[in-house]
């Protein structure tokens, strides 16, 4: 598959994650049903499995062009850095999500979160990760 197919599927996923998280803002506790939740799931996994699938064909293509230009095989390099990378930045950004809902008040042992705390975690949950996405959109564009 060329790249040409390849960075419009992943656009498409990336857009498809906005799109998921967009929707999880809209969603108010209490008044969600079954059916909200369901498009919500399909969304998010469309475009998730889109952007899995295709990071790794990409990066492929360029560990075919390093090979080719540089005349060694570093694939194993890129594959174990884009890894890292990937490994990397779901800690990191737990750990700011975690942060952003604690810093508005957030406690795991009430059983009713303030208003305040569930803004926290919904810009920790869904303004976080839009602006992050919309970045990477525009970086893949």
Do not use: H
């Amino acid at each position: 598959m060329p790249l040409l197919v390849k960075k419009p599927v992943l656009l498409l996923g990336i857009s498809l994650q906005i799109v998921s998280y967009l929707y999880t803002y809209k969603l108010t506790p209490g008044d969600v049903g079954y059916w909200q939740l369901m498009g919500l799931k399909i969304i998010n996994t469309m475009g998730a499995s889109a952007t899995v699938v295709m990071v790794p064909a990409i990066l492929s293509e360029i560990v075919d062009y390093s090979s080719w230009k540089y005349r060694v095989a570093n694939a194993g390099t890129y594959y174990s850095i884009q890894n890292f990378v990937v490994k990397i930045n779901g800690g990191v950004g737990a750990a700011i999500g975690i942060g952003i809902a604690g810093w508005y008040g957030f406690d795991a042992t009430v059983t009713t979160q303030s208003a305040e705390s569930a803004a926290g975690l919904m810009i920790s949950m869904t303004g976080c990760p839009v602006a992050l996405r919309l970045s990477l959109w525009c970086y893949f564009r």
